[in-house]
């Protein structure tokens, strides 16, 4: 009886795929490689539809940050479903099929990563499976991916996820959801992809819920604005269908396009009456028309200025983190559209002046416009910054001031003080 024949590999695959290794990563960036491959499920799930730039064209930029030799990272700030997450999953595809390096992406709970990547990046791979196919190895687990070249961990954010971790590449979802008592998640995060230098890459992604206002000095000590504060802080600019000056719907901007509406309607009111309103000739601007005004925006960052007529003059600022700011009138997935956007403000703000709770306020603008939240400001509070605004450098404590020709002191008894005020007459 013969022996049975072994079974052997085929050569010439074998010095196919070691030939391969050597070959240099095709040069695509993230924002081409979507454009060309990516492939997304439409709105009703029947089908899949070609990923189009011209959809959400604020995330081009983004896309190509994430490509640049320029950065270190990318700051994207945002309100939800305004396809942050997809500029990640762009980012992943990208590498997966044309430039490997070691992924971590990283969210709040462990329950969190489990339905993300069920739900999301393992039939984002199944769709891709024809550009994938000798690029994915096996075994795989829903944590834990390998890939010809690299591997992809989806984690929580906990002390133990971050021990013992490293990659030239990380996402971090949902950066202000964080636990905030394991500290500072960037610097935490710059750690693990230290060891690549200047190859590696952050993308931080979040909404903005732990700013307090828009002071970036005092208020931006935390999370994505944090992150954002640090970089080059770029803004969206658009044209007015109607008289083509240039603006921004971004808060804090020198010619801001408010939503305008009469906050004393009835919500249906409201929500049917909704418009933009161009800070410029004061144009108002129907919802219909938003998709037109996308095809005309830029990103422009700290240091230019975007004129009337769509001129970008200045120079930009060089930062290591390129910072975009999406705002929900952005947005091409809002349900609803700016008219909802309108009515949930409303309707959250009446809330708050019968309990006096703004907890609905709170994530309606947060996660619904993407603005900076800032909490209303109690009847006789004063802010620290506004005392300092007032102080005068001729004023010295204990010093009676030039002109004053009589002081008088008054004290009122409180409960558990005196309060003491001292008047000069001149």
């Not at 306020?361 to 996660?367: D, Q, S």
């Amino acid at each position: 009886m013969q022996p049975e024949a072994a079974g052997y590999a085929d050569a010439g695959v074998l010095v196919r795929d070691a030939f391969r290794s050597f070959l240099p990563p095709r040069r695509i960036t993230v924002a081409q490689h979507a454009a060309k491959h990516r492939w997304l499920k439409s709105p009703t799930g029947a089908h899949l539809e070609r990923f189009d730039h011209r959809t959400a064209p604020y995330l081009r930029d983004p896309m190509d940050a994430l490509s640049s030799d320029h950065y270190l990272a990318v700051a994207l700030v945002g309100p939800g479903q305004c396809g942050k997450t997809v500029v990640g999953e762009n980012w992943l595809l990208q590498s997966i099929d044309a430039d490997p390096a070691d992924l971590l992406w990283y969210m709040q709970t462990d329950p969190g990563v489990q339905s993300y990547v069920k739900g999301r990046i393992e039939p984002m791979l199944d769709h891709h499976a024809e550009l994938l196919r000798d690029r994915r190895l096996g075994p795989e687990s829903i944590a834990f991916k390998r890939f010809r070249g690299m591997r992809a961990e989806f984690l929580s954010f906990t002390h133990s996820n971050l021990i013992n971790k490293s990659a030239a590449r990380i996402v971090a979802d949902e950066v202000d959801a964080y636990d905030q008592t394991l500290g500072d998640a960037k610097a935490l995060l710059d750690v693990r992809r230290q060891a690549a230098g200047l190859d590696s890459r952050l993308l931080a992604m979040s909404h903005p819920d732990l700013a307090t206002g828009m002071n970036p000095a005092l208020d931006w000590q935390r999370g994505i604005m944090a992150i954002y504060g640090q970089s080059d802080r770029r803004t969206w600019w658009w044209a007015c269908p109607y008289c083509g000056a240039f603006s921004s719907p971004n808060p804090g901007t020198p010619r801001q396009m408010i939503l305008h509406y009469t906050p004393d309607a009835p919500l249906e009111t409201v929500e049917a009456e909704a418009r933009l309103l161009c800070p410029v000739n004061g144009c108002l601007i129907n919802d219909g028309e938003r998709l037109a005004m996308l095809q005309t925006g830029r990103w422009v960052a700290q240091g230019e200025t975007c004129e009337s007529d769509g001129r970008i003059t200045g120079q930009r600022v060089p930062r290591t983190t390129a910072g975009f700011w999406i705002v929900g009138v952005m947005s091409p997935f809002i349900l609803g559209g700016i008219g909802a956007l309108a009515r949930g403000r409303v309707a959250a703000e009446r809330e708050l002046e019968v309990t006096g709770e703004d907890a609905s306020l709170r994530t309606v603008m947060v996660k619904g416009w993407g603005h900076v939240y800032s909490p209303p400001r109690q009847v006789g509070a004063v802010e620290a910054a506004v005392l300092a605004e007032r102080a005068r450098p001729d004023l010295v404590l204990g010093v009676v001031p030039d002109g004053v020709r009589v002081l008088t002191a008054s004290v009122d008894v409180q409960g558990n003080r005196f309060e003491l005020l001292v008047r000069g007459w001149g």
